[in-house]
Protein backbone atom coordinates (compact mmCIF):
# COMPACT_ATOMS: atom_id res chain seq x y z
CA UNK A 1 0.00 0.00 0.00
CA UNK A 2 1.36 3.47 -0.84
CA UNK A 3 2.45 5.70 1.87
CA UNK A 4 0.05 8.94 1.55
CA UNK A 5 3.34 10.72 2.56
CA UNK A 6 5.35 9.43 -0.01
CA UNK A 7 2.72 9.45 -2.26
CA UNK A 8 3.09 12.27 -4.44
CA UNK A 9 7.06 12.29 -4.77
CA UNK A 10 6.69 9.03 -5.75
CA UNK A 11 4.70 9.81 -8.87
CA UNK A 12 6.88 12.35 -9.88
CA UNK A 13 9.69 10.24 -9.69
CA UNK A 14 8.11 7.25 -11.06
CA UNK A 15 6.45 9.32 -14.43
CA UNK A 16 10.31 10.94 -14.94
CA UNK A 17 12.12 7.23 -15.06
CA UNK A 18 9.29 6.05 -16.36
CA UNK A 19 9.72 8.81 -19.44
CA UNK A 20 13.60 7.50 -19.76
CA UNK A 21 12.80 3.74 -19.63
CA UNK A 22 9.68 3.42 -21.65
CA UNK A 23 10.84 2.87 -24.87
CA UNK A 24 13.81 0.00 -23.66
CA UNK A 25 12.81 -3.03 -21.57
CA UNK A 26 11.24 -1.78 -18.44
CA UNK A 27 11.34 -5.58 -17.33
CA UNK A 28 15.05 -5.09 -16.86
CA UNK A 29 15.06 -1.89 -14.67
CA UNK A 30 11.87 -3.25 -12.63
CA UNK A 31 14.47 -6.33 -11.63
CA UNK A 32 17.24 -3.94 -10.75
CA UNK A 33 14.73 -2.01 -8.74
CA UNK A 34 13.82 -4.92 -6.92
CA UNK A 35 17.54 -6.01 -6.25
CA UNK A 36 18.28 -3.06 -4.62
CA UNK A 37 14.78 -2.83 -2.58
CA UNK A 38 15.87 -6.44 -1.48
CA UNK A 39 18.93 -5.60 -0.74
CA UNK A 40 17.93 -2.33 1.76
CA UNK A 41 14.76 -4.35 3.06
CA UNK A 42 17.17 -8.31 4.14
CA UNK A 43 20.80 -6.07 4.23
CA UNK A 44 20.49 -4.46 7.41
CA UNK A 45 24.03 -3.24 7.18
CA UNK A 46 23.20 -2.04 3.83
CA UNK A 47 20.01 -0.67 4.82
CA UNK A 48 21.95 1.31 8.29
CA UNK A 49 24.39 2.31 5.80
CA UNK A 50 21.93 3.54 2.98
CA UNK A 51 20.13 5.94 5.56
CA UNK A 52 22.46 6.90 8.02
CA UNK A 53 22.67 10.53 7.85
CA UNK A 54 26.12 10.41 8.76
CA UNK A 55 27.31 8.54 5.63
CA UNK A 56 28.03 11.18 3.08
CA UNK A 57 26.12 10.85 -0.31
CA UNK A 58 29.39 10.32 -2.61
CA UNK A 59 30.29 7.20 -0.18
CA UNK A 60 26.56 6.19 -0.50
CA UNK A 61 27.20 5.91 -4.23
CA UNK A 62 30.34 4.91 -4.28
CA UNK A 63 28.72 1.03 -2.36
CA UNK A 64 25.73 1.65 -4.65
CA UNK A 65 27.84 1.67 -8.07
CA UNK A 66 30.43 -0.79 -6.45
CA UNK A 67 27.27 -3.11 -5.37
CA UNK A 68 25.51 -2.95 -8.80
CA UNK A 69 28.04 -2.05 -11.13
CA UNK A 70 26.28 -4.58 -13.47
CA UNK A 71 23.18 -2.46 -13.59
CA UNK A 72 22.01 0.36 -16.54
CA UNK A 73 23.54 3.07 -16.13
CA UNK A 74 19.91 4.96 -16.49
CA UNK A 75 19.15 3.07 -12.78
CA UNK A 76 21.99 3.62 -11.20
CA UNK A 77 21.60 7.47 -12.31
CA UNK A 78 17.98 7.31 -11.35
CA UNK A 79 18.92 5.75 -7.42
CA UNK A 80 21.91 8.45 -7.94
CA UNK A 81 19.36 11.11 -7.79
CA UNK A 82 16.97 9.79 -5.25
CA UNK A 83 20.44 9.98 -2.94
CA UNK A 84 20.69 13.62 -3.70
CA UNK A 85 16.82 14.48 -3.40
CA UNK A 86 16.94 12.31 0.32
CA UNK A 87 14.00 9.86 -1.45
CA UNK A 88 15.46 6.85 -1.60
CA UNK A 89 12.97 6.38 0.76
CA UNK A 90 10.25 6.46 -1.62
CA UNK A 91 11.31 3.52 -3.62
CA UNK A 92 9.23 0.89 -2.96
CA UNK A 93 6.15 3.27 -3.67
CA UNK A 94 8.17 4.73 -7.19
CA UNK A 95 8.06 1.29 -7.69
CA UNK A 96 4.70 0.55 -7.50
CA UNK A 97 3.72 3.65 -9.69
CA UNK A 98 6.50 2.36 -12.37
CA UNK A 99 4.56 -1.05 -12.35
CA UNK A 100 1.30 0.76 -12.99
CA UNK A 101 2.52 2.89 -15.48
CA UNK A 102 4.15 -0.12 -17.37
CA UNK A 103 1.12 -1.73 -17.23
CA UNK A 104 -1.30 0.56 -18.87
CA UNK A 105 1.61 1.02 -22.19
CA UNK A 106 1.74 -2.61 -22.20
CA UNK A 107 -2.37 -2.70 -21.64
CA UNK A 108 -2.82 -4.86 -19.23
CA UNK A 109 -4.81 -4.08 -16.37
CA UNK A 110 -3.63 -5.12 -12.56
CA UNK A 111 -6.65 -6.48 -10.81
CA UNK A 112 -6.98 -6.95 -7.12
CA UNK A 113 -9.01 -9.91 -6.21
CA UNK A 114 -10.23 -10.74 -2.58
CA UNK A 115 -11.26 -13.95 -1.39
CA UNK A 116 -12.44 -15.71 1.54
CA UNK A 117 -10.19 -18.71 0.73
CA UNK A 118 -7.53 -20.06 -0.87
CA UNK A 119 -7.99 -21.12 -3.89
CA UNK A 120 -5.79 -23.80 -6.50
CA UNK A 121 -4.30 -22.51 -9.62
CA UNK A 122 -7.04 -23.66 -12.02
CA UNK A 123 -9.32 -21.37 -10.52
CA UNK A 124 -7.24 -18.33 -10.22
CA UNK A 125 -6.57 -19.10 -14.02
CA UNK A 126 -10.42 -19.37 -14.76
CA UNK A 127 -11.44 -16.20 -12.70
CA UNK A 128 -8.37 -14.57 -14.71
CA UNK A 129 -9.69 -15.79 -18.11
CA UNK A 130 -13.08 -14.73 -17.45
CA UNK A 131 -11.63 -11.15 -16.35
CA UNK A 132 -9.89 -11.08 -19.44
CA UNK A 133 -13.04 -11.72 -21.34
CA UNK A 134 -15.03 -9.04 -19.90
CA UNK A 135 -12.79 -6.37 -19.75
CA UNK A 136 -11.28 -7.31 -22.87
CA UNK A 137 -7.87 -6.58 -22.19
CA UNK A 138 -4.97 -8.72 -20.41
CA UNK A 139 -5.25 -8.77 -16.79
CA UNK A 140 -2.82 -9.32 -14.26
CA UNK A 141 -4.50 -10.58 -11.11
CA UNK A 142 -3.59 -9.68 -7.06
CA UNK A 143 -4.77 -12.56 -4.89
CA UNK A 144 -5.74 -11.08 -1.51
CA UNK A 145 -7.88 -13.68 1.60
CA UNK A 146 -9.81 -12.29 3.81
CA UNK A 147 -12.03 -14.35 5.74
CA UNK A 148 -14.45 -11.39 6.78
CA UNK A 149 -16.09 -11.53 3.17
CA UNK A 150 -17.29 -14.95 3.94
CA UNK A 151 -17.48 -16.04 0.35
CA UNK A 152 -17.80 -14.57 -3.02
CA UNK A 153 -15.52 -12.08 -4.14
CA UNK A 154 -14.19 -8.35 -4.33
CA UNK A 155 -12.73 -7.03 -7.67
CA UNK A 156 -10.50 -3.29 -7.39
CA UNK A 157 -9.59 -2.30 -10.84
CA UNK A 158 -7.72 0.83 -10.65
CA UNK A 159 -10.35 3.27 -8.76
CA UNK A 160 -13.82 0.92 -9.25
CA UNK A 161 -14.78 -1.44 -6.29
CA UNK A 162 -16.96 -4.50 -7.55
CA UNK A 163 -17.88 -6.06 -3.98
CA UNK A 164 -19.88 -9.83 -5.05
CA UNK A 165 -18.84 -10.71 -1.63
CA UNK A 166 -21.72 -12.46 0.88
CA UNK A 167 -20.70 -10.01 3.70
CA UNK A 168 -22.08 -7.42 0.97
CA UNK A 169 -25.11 -9.01 0.18
CA UNK A 170 -25.98 -9.77 3.86
CA UNK A 171 -25.29 -6.30 4.98
CA UNK A 172 -27.73 -5.15 2.06
CA UNK A 173 -30.26 -7.36 2.85
CA UNK A 174 -30.27 -5.66 6.35
CA UNK A 175 -31.00 -2.82 5.07
CA UNK A 176 -34.44 -3.47 3.06
Same mark, same amino acid.
Given at each position: ?????????????????????? =?????? &?????????????? =???????? &????????????????? &?????? +? *?????????? #????? /????????????? +???? /??????? *??????????????????? *?????????? &????? #???????????? *???????? =???? +?????
Amino acid at each position: MIDLKAQRPARRYAEGFFKIIQ =NKDTEK &FLNEIDLILEQIEK =NSEFNSFI &FHPIVSKEDKKSVIHEI &FSSFDE +N *TLNFIFLLLD #ENRLD /CLDEIKDVLVSKI +NEQN /CVKQVSI *TLASDIDDNMKNLIKERLE *TKLQSKVLPV &FHKDE #EILGGMILRIKD *TLIDLSIK =NKIE +NLKRI
